[in-house]
């Protein structure tokens, strides 16, 4: 495997770790990908995560590594802090923080934080999406939806992060499918179709009726109790519910759209853009692996210009 | 301990076993309490479980037994069916089940459905504290609320349930407090102030913003991060943004109220009331315990008239 290379890139989340050796004409020479996230590596030791990681695939001594995500949480490796909103992303490269008393230069770039008292706000990782995605999408006004374990709805306008809201619906799906008495009612089905109507059902009353989103997923358990509603269509109807409700505090937080830039992919992706078409939206969708692997290249070419 | 009684008074929730022997004349001669509820009798016997405790009363062979609650759900005891709406609460003691092949005579009273095909709903001990809260609140129409792990919100009229909507509220709480990012941030904090600010504001933010709701539990996990919110604002703010959640599903289900009877009781009761007020509503305060009592009171008298 060839490694030599321009500096290698990690996305460095709560449960993931994913590393790119990129080289100096961009092209990926390298993929490493391992559940090795924040949450394992506080444990087992940052540096030796990533230095095995690197071994593996035989990277130069003296490589450049542009980290970003929660390695850079007070939790993680080392805190890189928050730019502030209104946040221009050009800034982010600049804000990165080294990491000391180690054989190479390791950058990890900062978050975003919205300081507002009452409802303050916080990001780590999709910073450096929204940097990627702005290269694919082009400056301008872009509502920007980033799925996930805390999704997240930015407000773009030209290359600066206006104001953002996080919606905790991955985490929620998690929790209340495992943890509450939902979990009879999915037990047995680990998916279901993305055209379920079930799903399409859910998003459409929890995005109209939002106060109700509690209620709507009672009706799973009831509905397993009086008409036998099978797993799969428990399991839709829970992410519709959750789904829905995201969708309906991001249109009234950032005011109505008639088109949302989608950062996605795989499952997750496809099922947010079916539940924002449902909704009548025109739906851009920017592959999120794409986005972060991008923001990360423009991170590093700003830090190490060639 | 005298134990000539009357009948024999049982509320077995999922997590929770309530024992009331009470005399002729209505008067409690012996009460029991315990953990063993659904989850626990039904790994070592409903039955058993039920005569320790008669026993520990020295209860005589022959005192009836009437129960509700999920000792009658279909992983409980005996399936005791439901009630369907519109339920004049009248027939609930007329439906109640008996146990077979017992030496004595045990009851188990149903539940109520809603057999909406889209959005159905049930109930299973609340039915009886309805009895008896109609009991002490008069005929009439009237709007209750029942606070706990799954809430109930009902509209009565001349005693009969015409329709009611449960909200998972006390379930999410566990849930998202002990499964969620917020776990840190509620860590160290077992309970708040009932004149907790973070509380009543976060209670009205979601009233107001329940499409926000998911966004205002991750300003909880952001306000630790970014402003050092302590564990029992955390709490405070966690269960303010659900219970006002509920309380706009409730109004935006039954359409908006002036008053609310509130059925609660100890410590989950103060925060209910202290939340409706704080949104402008007239509480009138049933206490659950006096109101299951009197409504397994009401079905005994019917069952087995002196």
Redesign the interface.
């Known amino acids: 495997m060839t490694t030599a290379g321009y500096y290698a890139a990690v996305d460095w989340g709560t449960s993931s770790f994913r590393l790119w050796v990129i080289g100096e004409d961009g092209a990926v020479l390298a993929e490493r990908r391992s559940a090795e996230g924040m949450t394992t590596a506080a444990k087992t030791g940052f540096h030796k995560v990533l230095d095995g990681h690197l071994a593996a695939v035989s990277a130069p001594p003296h490589l450049p590594i542009i980290i970003c995500g929660m390695a850079g949480a ?1 939790q993680g490796w080392r805190e890189a802090g ?1 730019i502030e909103t209104p946040a221009p992303l050009a800034e982010i490269a600049g804000r990165a923080i080294a990491i000391p008393d180690v054989d190479r230069d390791i950058r990890i770039l900062p978050g975003l ?3 507002d ?6 990001m780590r990782g999709e910073e450096t999406q929204l940097l990627g995605a702005v290269a694919l999408l082009g400056s301008g006004r872009h509502l920007v939806c980033m799925p996930g374990t ?1 999704s997240k709805w930015v407000r773009l306008a030209a290359d600066k992060v206006e104001g953002f ?5 991955g ?2 799906f ?3 499918s ?4 939902l979990s009879h009612a999915v037990a047995g089905a680990e998916t279901f179709p993305a055209d379920s109507s079930a799903f399409a ?1 859910a998003v459409s ?1 929890a995005r109209h ?11 799973v ?3 397993q ?3 036998g509603t099978g797993a799969a269509d428990a399991r839709a109807k829970l992410s519709g519910a ?1 789904i829905g ?2 969708i ?2 991001a ?3 950032f005011g109505p759209r008639e088109s949302v830039c989608l950062v996605g992919s795989g499952a997750l992706g496809r099922l947010y853009r079916t539940a924002l078409e449902g909704q009548g939206l025109n739906v851009r969708v920017v592959d999120a692996d794409e986005a972060v692997r991008a923001g990360l290249s423009a991170a590093a070419q700003s830090i190490w210009p060639l």
């Open positions: 007070r928050y934080a919205q300081r008292q009452r409802y303050p706000d916080v805390h809201s996080t919606f905790m619906t985490e929620l998690e929790a209340v495992r943890h509450t008495i059902e009353h009726n939002p106060a109700l989103a509690t209620n709507l997923l009672f009706s358990r009831a509905g109790l009086l008409h959750l409700l995201e309906a505090g249109l009234s937080g």
